[in-house]
């Protein structure tokens, strides 16, 4: 073994290898014999690889060295390197690296002078490196070696913002480069080394994809016996041993990820560092190797280290300000190195200069090689800090937060400065929440400096002045909305203050009426539930709808209204094209159809549905695999069917025929058909395409196609009668329209088709059964008003029934049963007798009355007769014509003048109607008797 004392460590970690240490750099010795037969068949090499692939240590301890010791062929041993990185300045670089003593500096005295003049024969013209050279008068042995290192460097030079002249001067040092490389009179070199992911940057300046294509090396992959020499040669220079068990699992770790190269050198220099600290006797073994969290690990558990140590709260947040700066992940989301002074850092972190420097000492010291320059080289103000390398950006897991942070922070910066340029030409207002909302919460938690914003725009100020002009509008705002909220709260205590002088006289009264007015108040509480009832059928799926008395259809039709203009005006809001936004845009229009079909607005109803159906076939189309938006589809179908078909009932000139209505029913049914069999448990999905069946089934009963309406309704019924077993959601929970309802509608409409039909018995047990279910539906929820008008419907379905089959005795009970509803339902409330009483009583003392007591009720029942018996006539159902004309013939004398006269008049025509219609049937009959 080799004493301890002549032990070192031999891995540099994340930098690369330096010139002087090419007595440690292994493995590459093939590709150093290329790189110098490129560069002797061409002045101008482009070193191309990935980030990590090792190029930069490639050219300092590979090929520099060798330049050096005189292998490049008829060149010889003499060479004044220049090596820089573009940066910020890329002309003004080149200039400072020839002016080193070594290159065609000047003497101490005269360095700054000469370092001027180098920089302005440079920029003198695309002949400026090849005049400084001359100027120089070196020896004509000598060799000039140009490396230009992290070249991509320039491709964000020439982007940048804040440099209003950067595309030219980069095109312009890429001239220089080039000039010199073209050029006989001096042997001048140019070596670059790009990131192979900008490669396709070059295009950008004229000539320079030629040039790097006549004299390009990629570096190639180490194989694995040139990676094991690079890992066990250091080591067995710096005085080690390391065991071949560890050396095989650095390559299966390694394995084909060779862009990791400077992340395998930090671990191995942590490793040594552990085994060097920890050390039995034995070699380097897998023990230390995993003590310092292997090669996932070892970086980001170091660098956390560092920051640690940072102990202060002030110390870690410039160590973040730091590192935020150093990274650049906006301008370039591949992410670079962004090199910067220390002057710089101390503007953006709003500290000292002396501050900044021992956060960075902290990370560049020795075994920490995570900041440059190295530690042997004191900082002062003018000293270019830079990460090591960029495999810090994607190892280290804070400095990854970081990089996002600070890509979102400029982000919302520049957004803010583009506002505010466009604020101060005219072309936008002031920011208004959300984006404010944003900028403000923005700047609170970055504490955005001048120094900071510089490098993504240099309108700073003019950018804070626009979010605080927008800060102060919001405010003005706020404050006089908060004074009209003050107002009206002003005035509401002072309607509350006269409203409670008329409480206080009406406690007065409050023992009189107490009965009274809890009365009032179960009448409003139903009245209500009628309204909700009403409004919520716009999006139930059902057949038909019942009418609303009259109080409550004024108030339906103003809610209605007031919906329709809500969601008009949410349609005109909706104007972004991705998918969710056009679902949300589409089912606006369908309550839109829902709305107008309910205002009996057949014409905008129809319109709507079909925007509906359109935008939805468009989305079905893009994710054919989406249920919703087939459910939804079918549902516009279903309801612009529904609708055509009420509006063919009121108006038959209208532009459709039955054929367009049975033709959406059936892409309704096609639809749900889909669902039903890809989702055979789905209740809804069941229970709308049993719907569909019963919708379709009307229209083709009103068609007298009986027999396919009679497969619809026994298809609905197929549908529903499993769900009213399973008792499903909608039945438990008492949201939504239950089966059992859906299921009592179709048995009332296929007892009334087979009543038709002439199958009595059937049609009684269907509609027995309807009516089984209502009076289910009405004992649960007793103040549901439709239930109970469509079992007034059902009772008086059966009546008739009963009459057809000759059982006088049930046609009367279930006729009384159904009178008793509607009158039930007619009922006006308890106050509103009362008030009706006393007006009657009133009305007695003025002295003998005229005016029946129940006369607008008889009126509108007499003119309900009437209508009956018009339509009887028309018909040819004279019995029920001649019934009709009798009972309007008993309310006559309850209605008063001059309604009585009028439907007396009425009276007359239709018996006198109905006398001529009965002669000529009876003639009809005694010519078809004599005819035979």
Request: aromatic residues 8%; negative net charge; glycine residues 6%.
């Amino acid at each position: 073994m080799t004493p301890p004392g002549s032990l070192f460590n031999p891995f540099p970690g994340l930098r690369p290898f330096d010139s002087d240490e090419d007595h440690l750099f292994f493995g590459r010795e093939k590709q150093i014999d290329e790189l110098l037969r490129c560069l002797r068949s061409c002045r101008f090499l482009a070193v191309i690889g990935t980030s990590g692939s090792g190029k930069s240590s490639l050219i300092r301890s590979g090929l520099i060295p060798a330049l050096q010791s005189g292998f490049m062929a008829k060149a010889g041993s003499s060479w004044r390197i220049a090596t820089f990185r573009p940066g910020e300045d890329p002309t003004g670089h080149l200039a400072a690296s020839l002016n080193a003593r070594d290159v065609l500096g000047a003497n101490a005295e005269l360095a700054s002078t000469n370092h001027v003049l180098l920089e302005a024969t440079l920029h003198r013209g695309t002949l400026g490196l090849v005049d400084a050279v001359r100027q120089a008068r070196i020896p004509r042995q000598d060799n000039i070696l140009i490396v230009v290192d992290q070249f991509e460097e320039l491709f964000r030079f020439r982007q940048s913002c804040q440099i209003g002249n950067s595309r030219d001067e980069a095109i312009a040092f890429v001239k220089l480069l080039l000039e010199a490389a073209q050029q006989d009179e001096f042997p001048i070199y140019i070596v670059v080394t790009i990131r192979s992911d900008f490669i396709g940057d070059c295009m950008e300046f004229p000539g320079l994809p030629e040039v790097v294509n006549n004299g390009q090396y990629l570096v190639p992959r180490m194989t694995r016996n040139e990676l094991r020499r690079a890992i066990a040669g250091p080591v067995a220079v710096g005085g080690a041993e390391i065991t071949p068990r560890l050396v095989l699992r650095l390559l299966n770790e390694v394995g084909n990820d060779h862009d990791q190269l400077p992340v395998l050198q930090h671990a191995l220099m942590r490793t040594w560092d552990h085994w060097q600290h920890h050390q039995q006797g034995g070699p380097i073994d897998i023990a230390d190797y995993e003590a310092i969290g292997t090669l996932r690990q070892a970086l980001s558990l170091h660098a956390e280290e560092a920051y640690q140590e940072t102990s202060s709260h002030q110390g870690q947040q410039i160590a973040e300000r730091m590192f935020k700066a150093l990274t650049d992940t906006f301008s370039d989301p591949r992410g670079i190195r962004r090199p910067m002074s220390v002057r710089q850092l101390s503007a953006i972190c709003e500290v000292s200069e002396a501050e900044v420097i021992h956060i960075v000492d902290m990370f560049r010291r020795p075994g920490r090689s995570f900041l440059m320059p190295p530690p042997a080289k004191p900082l002062d103000s003018r000293s270019i800090v830079d990460l090591s390398h960029e495999s810090l950006m994607r190892c280290w897991t804070r400095l990854i937060t970081w990089a996002e942070e600070e890509r979102v922070s400029a982000r919302m910066y520049t957004r803010l400065s583009q506002a505010s340029a466009w604020f101060e030409e005219g072309t936008a207002g002031l920011w208004h929440n959300p984006e404010l909302e944003l900028g403000v919460k923005w700047k609170q938690q970055n504490h955005p400096t001048e120094a900071w914003a510089v490098r993504y725009n240099s309108s700073f100020a003019r950018a804070l002045d626009f979010l605080e002009r927008s800060e102060k509008e919001r405010d003005r705002i706020e404050a006089e909305r908060e004074k009209e909220r003050k107002n009206k709260l002003r005035l509401a205590w002072a309607v509350a203050a006269a409203l409670g002088v008329l409480l206080l006289v009406a406690l007065s009264y409050y023992y009189v009426a107490r009965r009274e007015t809890a009365r009032a108040e179960t009448n409003l509480e139903l009245a209500k539930k009628a309204v909700d009832e009403s409004l919520s059928s716009a999006g139930r799926e059902q057949g038909r709808e019942s009418p609303d008395p009259p109080q409550l259809e004024q108030f339906r039709q103003e809610l209605l209204k007031k919906a329709e203009e809500f969601y008009s005006s949410s349609l005109a809001k909706q104007s972004r094209n991705d998918p969710e936004f056009r679902a949300e845009s589409a089912l606006l229009h369908s309550k839109m159809g829902d709305i107008n079909r309910l205002l009996e607005k057949h014409e905008d109803a129809v319109a709507q549905y079909n925007d509906v159906i359109v935008e939805f076939q468009k989305l079905r189309q893009e994710n054919p695999q989406n249920a919703a938006y087939r459910e939804k589809l079918a549902y516009a179908h279903n309801w612009l069917g529904e609708t055509l078909r009420l509006w063919l009932q009121e108006t038959p000139d209208v532009p459709y025929k039955r054929s367009d209505v049975e033709s959406e029913y059936d892409s309704a049914v096609h639809l749900q058909q889909e669902l039903h069999s890809e989702f055979p448990q789905n209740a809804q999905y069941q229970q709308e395409l049993a719907r569909t069946y019963y919708n379709r089934g009307i229209l083709r009963y009103d068609g007298k196609d009986l027999k396919a309406s009679e497969s619809d309704f026994d298809d609905a019924i197929q549908l529903l009668e499993p769900l009213v077993e399973k008792k499903t959601a909608s039945q438990i929970d008492g949201l939504g329209d239950p089966p059992s309802h859906d299921l009592a509608r179709v048995c009332n409409n296929l007892g009334n088709l087979l009543k038709d039909e002439g199958e009595l018995s059937k049609a009684q047990h269907l509609f027995e059964r309807a009516i089984g279910i209502l009076e289910d539906l009405a004992r649960i929820n007793p103040d549901h008003w439709e239930y109970k008008y469509e079992l007034a419907q059902f009772y008086n379905n059966l009546a008739i029934l009963f009459y057809y089959e000759g059982d006088l005795s049930q046609a009367k009970q279930r006729s009384h049963q159904a009178i008793d509803l509607f009158e039930e339902l007619a009922t006006p409330a308890p106050s509103l007798e009362s008030e009706r009483a006393k007006a009657h009583l009133f009305h007695l003392l003025l002295g003998p009355s005229q005016h029946p007591e129940l006369h607008v009720l008889n009126k509108h029942l007499a003119e309900q007769y009437e209508k009956l018996a018009r339509d009887s006539i028309q018909s040819g159902s004279l019995d029920l014509a001649e019934v009709a004309i009798r009972s309007l013939a008993t309310v006559l004398p309850e209605i008063a003048e001059p309604d009585r006269s009028r439907l007396t008049k009425s009276y007359q025509e239709l018996e006198k109607e109905l006398k001529e219609k009965a002669n000529q049937g009876k003639q009809t009959r005694t010519r078809g008797r004599g005819s035979k």
